[in-house]
């Protein structure tokens, strides 16, 4: 694996390409890090019509460590410093716009396991997603080791994930 140096000490390396191939044609670039210094994106995720560069980390952490408190006014809204730019083909030019980062809601999915526990409500993340993320991030672990692409089957439970269906 990787390394990079810090202050002279080599730690392991942070800062992942992963490249998503579907089926269906579309190529999804996703690069993340939580070690690379401002300035400079943490997550840039690109494709063949356009870019988006999103600075910064989750501003819950940060507000629960100043003691906020969630569902309170304002929890997990991102100032518009922190807002991600979507960067897209416009006729024959290019333009950017900056994107609103969602209110974050880490209290919702609590409750939703909560509520998936106790009355086998639908739970926020199905064990099929979970573990199609777990085949995902592994499979990147072993593309990294061998240096090659590594196919996956997502299975039939999990195609239908972000459809009316699912």
């Given at each position: 694996m990787p390394r990079q140096r810090f202050g002279g000490l080599a730690r392991r390396c942070t800062t992942t390409p992963l490249s998503?191939?579907?089926?269906?044609?579309?190529?999804?670039?996703?690069?993340?890090?939580?070690?690379?210094?401002a300035p400079g994106p943490r997550f840039r995720l690109w494709g063949g019509h356009g870019l988006f560069e999103k600075a910064g980390l989750d501003v819950q952490e940060a507000a629960l460590a100043d003691g906020g408190v969630p569902g309170s006014d304002g929890w997990g809204m991102e100032p518009e410093e922190g807002w991600g730019a979507l960067t897209v083909r416009a006729g024959a030019g290019i333009t950017t716009i900056r994107v609103p980062t969602l209110p974050g809601a880490y209290q919702e999915y609590y409750a939703g396991v909560v509520a998936a526990i106790r009355d086998g409500s639908a739970p926020p993340v199905t064990g099929e997603e979970g573990h199609l993320l777990t085949r995902i991030i592994e499979a990147a672990m072993v593309s990294a080791q061998r240096r090659c692409a590594v196919d996956i089957d997502p299975g039939p439970a999990v195609s239908a994930?972000?459809?009316?269906?699912?």
């Amino acid at each position: 694996m990787p390394r990079q140096r810090f202050g002279g000490l080599a730690r392991r390396c942070t800062t992942t390409p992963l490249s998503l191939y579907y089926p269906s044609g579309p190529t999804c670039h996703l690069w993340m890090s939580s070690t690379v210094p401002a300035p400079g994106p943490r997550f840039r995720l690109w494709g063949g019509h356009g870019l988006f560069e999103k600075a910064g980390l989750d501003v819950q952490e940060a507000a629960l460590a100043d003691g906020g408190v969630p569902g309170s006014d304002g929890w997990g809204m991102e100032p518009e410093e922190g807002w991600g730019a979507l960067t897209v083909r416009a006729g024959a030019g290019i333009t950017t716009i900056r994107v609103p980062t969602l209110p974050g809601a880490y209290q919702e999915y609590y409750a939703g396991v909560v509520a998936a526990i106790r009355d086998g409500s639908a739970p926020p993340v199905t064990g099929e997603e979970g573990h199609l993320l777990t085949r995902i991030i592994e499979a990147a672990m072993v593309s990294a080791q061998r240096r090659c692409a590594v196919d996956i089957d997502p299975g039939p439970a999990v195609s239908a994930i972000g459809t009316e269906e699912a």
